[in-house]
């Protein structure tokens, strides 16, 4: 029996930033597997390299060195943008462009059929309620409003993996919960869902693995029940496990 | 095919987004504020009032495209960069040439749709003028060389927004990008005045003997002093349809020569 | 409230006041150096290439801007009185800065009629700078293949500064050869060229520009007479040069000219006019009396 291929692949990823004599070492030797249908939850304090790892992952960033692929193809040498959705932390649009015509423009680039994108177009913006501001300039809309947008953006062609960069950045409770709702909804359709986040009891309620990163490092990767110690909360076992990082870099 | 499509998408996105721009409106109502001051400069000349207006109109549209190109057209490219609004496009499978090249078509288009408002708006003013002082209207004036000679001004223009397009490609700050633009435009205004200079002048300072080095230049730099035909409209001397259609070839050509050697130089840009 | 209201009410006084007086006394300061130094700096300083240069594709509109520039130099003055007023005064023109404004303009754009005539309008007269000014008309006639105005300007300068009708002459013709001249033209500089010993140069321009006239069109048949006239006064020419060589000395008259072997008969005159031919030897188609003018001479 063959394995499945996996979702996402990184091997030995490294990226620094800077002239070499300073140069500022954002990842190194980095390497994680994510499965088919996993949520995948990428934990790790500000700075420490969960963003610049998506970015990696979406060929914004080339890597010093190691290998990404997704979906069994090589990320910056395989066309794979087809089959994943982008969450950035802070969606951006085009301020002149209405919610309509920003995901019309999103469907016809993904090489989506008329009719398709405007059945997937009228759903996600009842999903995400933004029905009401469909005809609405996007350069008015709220922070929330611009991450549903940025929600809708990302599923409007039906993608496979889904790569969400802090989704819950500046959302208040209403809106968190209604991301949450969504990517269990994701999950029970079998979609591969990485995202990055430093909001534990988000970690806690969605993720079937975790990794957690610190100043460039892969500290963990595995359950969550692996992760934690008998009756220590997922916060104290966090800060533990950075501390601990830190005192080993120090010495 | 699927390539094309992209672009066009893109391309209609940039138009879209340029044309619902304030500042694209701004400028354009202030230009056509500028052309019909056409009237009142016409009449503080006593000779060769119709070459007057029909110059004062074209360098109207002239500068206003220029305004056009260097603060919106660049700004939009800007803010697709500092603003991460190219992520957007470029977590599709949208390739940078495709990006690119639609940004450039949709800013063309936008250039276009200037060009015909404001050259509009200078034949009605260069008409009433040329009504009013009908005896100094120039003996061969052509409203088809005027046709063609915005027609020009407009694929002058097409070759700045790609020269701008390459600087945007490699530099580092969206203001580096800008005073690089502006640099090239003005030696590419006045390339054709060195190559003349150095050729015909063996005294020509700095330059002497370095003629080979000038005649480099001026292939690496647009000529654009081509495409400036004010004069011949202003005067109604004709220039042939067949250096018209050169010009469209060169135009063409030069440009997208720019924007694959802007596609090579933006793939090694870090975007984040 | 109202404290507020008057306190902001007498900032926004104070400020304006301050602004009034500021710029009030900085336009007093600057009409009084104006008065006394004149702005002779500018873009028409700039050697010809940095000119262009600097004009980029906008040096039609500079070479507009430049004439207007010329015209407030040649403009009047206006002088601020004590009392408040204005009084025009006869003002001090700086002759080679205006020049060199036309030049700059010129450079720019060497098409442009308000330049040439402008310049023609004032630099021969007090300014007494022909030669300069048959140089802006030369470049404009150049660069104005349709327009016959800058060579009948130059010819008009030739005749009246340099009382040189010959060489005007052939500048009115060369002036009548443009599409659209005046039917005076070739008349004129015929006349003229032929006053000037220039009758040879004279036939042969009007035999090309007969050449390319229709004999329907007007002025056809005036031109053809001047032509006439003109060939019958260069056969008297060559007949009294001829008697120069071989008798030593001018003939004194047409009859002494005729009563030797140098002239048969006096060919037809179109106007029905005798010949004349006064004391300097000058032969007229026009004038049959010339001699009665000359002190001491006899009509022919």
Known sequence: MTPATPAIEISNLSK?????????????????????????????????????????????????????????????????????????????????????????????????????????????????HLSDAANRRVGGFSKGMKQRLGMANALVHDPEVLIFDEPMSGLDPVGRHQIKGLISELKQQGKTIFFSTHILSDIETLCDRIGVIHKGVLLYSGGLGNFLAAGETLEDRFIRIIEEANHASVA | MRALRNVWFLALATCTEGIRHRALWAIVCLASILTMANLGVTTLYSWDLGKVSVEFGLSSVAFTGLLLVFFLGMKILADDLERSRIFMLLSRPVSIWQYLTGKFLGLSMILFLATIILGLSAALSMRYVLLQYAAFVPPNFSWLTCIMALACQWLSLVVVLAMSVLCFSFAKQPFVALLLAVSSYLVGQNMELLRRVVVENPQAGVLVGQERLVIALSWIFPNLSLFDKKYAAAYGMAFSGQEFLLLCLYSISYSALLLYFSTLLFKRKELA | MIRKLVANFLILLLLIGSYTASYSALLQQHDHARETARSSSGSWNLPPVMLLALAGEFKGLMADYLTLEAGAQLGAELVRTPEGGYRTIKKHYNWPLIHQIFVASQILDPSFAQTFIVAQGWLPWDAKMLPETQDILRIAANNRPWDWQPLHYMGFNAYYFLNQPGPAGKLFLEAAKTPNAPPFLPILGARLAQKGGETETAIAIMQSMLAEKNPEEPGYADMLDRLRALEGVLVIERAANNYEKTMGRKASSLTELTASAQLAALPPNPYNLDYCMDSAGIIYFDRPNCRDSAPGGSSQ
């Not at chain 1, 066309?79 to 019309?104: C, K, M, N």
Request: no cysteine; net charge positive.
């Open chain 1, 16 to 128: 620094g930033f800077g002239p070499r004599r300073q140069r500022n070492q954002a990842l190194t030797d980095l390497s994680l597997v994510i499965q088919p249908g996993e949520i995948f939850g990428f934990l790790g304090p500000n700075g420490a390299g969960k963003s610049t790892t998506i970015k990696l992952l979406l060929h914004f960033l080339k890597p010093d060195s190691g290998n990404l692929r997704i979906l069994g193809r090589t990320v910056g040498q395989e066309e794979y943008r087809h089959q994943i959705g982008y969450l950035s932390e802070f969606p951006v649009f085009y301020d002149h462009l209405t919610a309509r015509e920003t995901l019309l423009l999103s469907g016809r680039l993904s090489d989506m059929p008329r009719q398709e994108i405007a059945l997937r177009i009228a759903m996600l913006l009842e999903r995400m």
